[in-house]
Each structure stands twice: as structure tokens, then as C-alpha cells.
């Protein structure tokens, strides 16, 4: 059974900075499995912040481009986000996906971060 488990999340003040960890266990392929993290904040439907394929390839979306940054230890079987100058509008959990194939998706449960001004 696959386990995705994210670490990292707490309370922190505008402008400071934190580092999310995503755990995978229960698979020996993490390394050709694309990975993302998500983010969901009260009331509001859950988006991408940033994503990385298995060569390394990543995305970003628009509002954390230039702040966030995602990578991944395979030897770790491991992902990161790096979270720089954090704004009060960053305040959501923060959730760890794995790409399965067909479509399949693993999730973890999420990590609360919250930005205070």
C-alpha cells in the first residue's frame, strides 16, 4: 500500500519562509511517478501550486512563481516545497500528490500552513 505523508507545515509570519516534505512509502517506482503539491484554503477549492515530473520538469502557478520552490530526493523517495517571502493569501493546507498510472492519484493529508500579517 502506497503512503504519501506530508511534514513541515505551522505558523509563520509574513515574509518568512518554510519547507514542506513529502513522504513516499509502499513503492519502489518513485522515481518515474510525477509529483505535485495542491493547496486548499477555507471555503475555497483546492489548486495547484507547483508540480515536478519524474525528469524533473516542473510548474508553477502564477501566484507563488518567483517564491516557491519544488524538488524532489528520489533516493529519498522524497518532495519539497520551498516556500519563500509568504504572504497571509498562502494560509491553506498544503497537499502531497503522487501520480499513479491510468489517471490513479495518491494523496496525503495535508500539512496547515498558516501566514499571519
Known amino acids: 500500500q502506497v503512503q504519501v505523508v506530508e511534514s513541515g507545515g505551522g505558523l509563520v509570519q509574513a515574509g518568512g519562509s518554510l519547507r514542506l516534505s513529502c513522504v513516499v512509502s509502499g513503492t519502489a517506482i518513485f522515481k518515474f511517478n510525477d509529483m505535485a503539491w495542491h493547496r486548499q484554503a477555507p471555503g475555497e477549492q483546492r489548486e495547484l501550486v507547483a508540480g515536478i515530473t519524474s525528469g524533473r520538469s516542473t510548474n508553477y502557478a502564477d501566484s507563488v512563481k518567483g517564491r516557491f520552490t519544488i524538488s524532489r530526493d528520489n533516493a529519498k523517495n522524497t518532495v519539497y516545497l520551498q516556500m519563500n517571502s509568504l504572504k497571509p493569501e498562502d494560509t491553506a493546507v498544503y497537499y502531497c500528490?503522487?501520480?499513479?498510472?491510468?489517471?490513479?492519484?495518491?494523496w496525503g493529508n495535508g500539512t496547515l500552513v498558516t501566514v499571519s500579517s
Open positions: 500528490k503522487m501520480d499513479g498510472w491510468l489517471g490513479m492519484a495518491y
